[in-house]
């Protein structure tokens, strides 16, 4: 299986900032990653497919990156809504696994 | 708009059985595949299991090979997760999933989840 390594475990910023989420794969995926945004008690919700395109609906402060084993997921201004956790997920072969996750929280 | 709805969960001892289901409108539902991920408590998100549109090819995670069994009716719109001598591990909210892509009989293509509902818990606990 391939394994999906996300870095950092936690993250602590302020609104307005600019943010980094990194994702590792265990071998090439191509640019076969989606990410997610999940806030507690809900659902996880698509940001991101194809390693950098933008789901419809999902502010343009949100962009991806990256092919082969290394991805980001960058938010360029970070905002109150954003304070969440992020999940990459790849989906070049079975099976499909995730991140650990990303959580962002209020500095 | 596409909805999909959980339901079945509950607190069931280690070895027991239960069986989700999960609704599914505002698609054609024969035309996707579907999927089970669950999280447990304080967790990441761990994918379970996928089930193709026409229900032909399935795929498990190798935590619960021969342990859980997927199946879906079109007639009913209704994705289902039956799963069989449950652990302490197992305890999770389970989240049905809408694939955008589809499955063949050896794998999945553009299996990422655009859709989810909004879980079901279940605890295994004697």
């Known amino acids: 299986d391939i394994q999906m390594t996300q870095s950092p475990s936690t993250l602590s910023a302020s609104v307005g900032d600019r943010v980094t989420i990194t994702c590792r794969a265990s071998?090439?995926?191509?640019?076969?990653l989606a990410w997610y945004q999940q806030k507690p008690g809900k659902a996880p919700n698509l940001l991101i497919y194809?390693?950098?395109s933008l789901e419809s609906g999902v502010p343009s402060r949100f962009s991806g990156s990256g092919s082969g084993t290394d991805f980001t997921l960058t938010i360029s201004s970070l905002q109150p809504d954003d304070f969440a956790t992020y999940y990459c997920?790849?989906?070049?072969?079975?099976?499909?696994?995730f991140g650990q996750g990303t959580k962002v929280e209020i500095k | 708009e596409v909805q999909l709805l959980e339901s079945g969960g509950g607190l069931v001892q280690p070895g027991g059985s239960l069986r989700l289901s999960c609704a599914a409108s505002?698609?054609?539902?024969?035309?996707?595949?579907m999927s089970w991920v669950r999280q447990a408590p304080g967790k990441g998100l761990e994918w379970v299991s996928t089930?193709?549109?026409?229900?032909?090819?399935?795929y498990y995670a190798d935590s619960v090979k021969g342990r859980f069994t997927i199946s879906r009716d079109s007639s009913k719109n209704t994705l289902y997760l039956q799963m069989n001598s449950l652990r302490a591990e197992d305890t999770a909210v389970y989240y049905c999933?809408?694939?955008?892509?589809?499955?063949?009989?050896?794998?999945?293509?553009?299996?990422?989840?655009?859709?989810w509902g909004q879980g079901t818990l279940v605890t295994v606990s004697s």
């Open positions: 999933a809408k694939s955008t892509g589809y499955c063949s009989s050896t794998s999945c293509y553009e299996h990422y989840f655009a859709y």
């Open positions: 505002g698609f054609t539902f024969s035309s996707y595949a």
């Open positions: 089930i193709s549109g026409s229900g032909g090819s399935t």
């Open positions: 071998q090439s995926i191509s640019t076969w």
């Open positions: 194809k390693a950098s």
């Open positions: 997920q790849q989906y070049n072969s079975y099976s499909w696994t």
